[in-house]
């Protein structure tokens, strides 16, 4: 059984930082991701990580937002930077994919979410 944990969302203002986390326990798999879901609006992948670091990131948030990970801490972290109105969501974690992608179909486990505001 996989746990995911995701903590660091909150309110901001545009142009401002935050830094997402995620705790995992359990194999988590090859690749995690960071995904977000606005209210009315479809889930969007946003960034993926795999177990030796390869990148994917959305074209909407590239240049803005970082995905690493710890793999000896179970960790998971999204720096995002320069935020704008238009990434406030709920943040999700996921985890268990075996391929690099920003479809949340691949992905077999996920977190309760964390709120990322960004007020104009």
């Known amino acids: 059984q996989v746990e995911l944990v995701e903590s660091g969302g909150g309110s901001v203002q545009t142009g401002g930082s935050l830094r997402l986390s995620c705790a995992a326990s359990?194999?988590?798999?090859?690749?995690m991701g960071w995904f977000r879901q606005a209210p009315e609006k479809e889930r969007e992948g946003v960034a993926s990580?795999?177990?030796?670091?390869?990148?994917t990131y959305a074209d909407s948030v590239k240049g803005r937002f970082t995905i690493s990970r710890d793999n000896a801490k179970n960790m998971v972290y999204l720096e995002m930077n320069s935020l704008k109105p238009e990434d406030t969501a709920m943040y999700y974690c996921?985890?268990?994919?075996?391929?690099?992608?920003?479809?949340?179909?691949?992905?077999?486990?996920w977190g309760q979410g964390t709120q990322v505001t960004v007020s104009s």
């Open positions: 359990g194999y988590t798999g090859d690749v």
């Open positions: 990580i795999s177990w030796d670091g390869r990148t």
């Open positions: 996921a985890a268990g994919s075996l391929v690099s992608s920003l479809d949340g179909r691949w992905y077999r486990y």
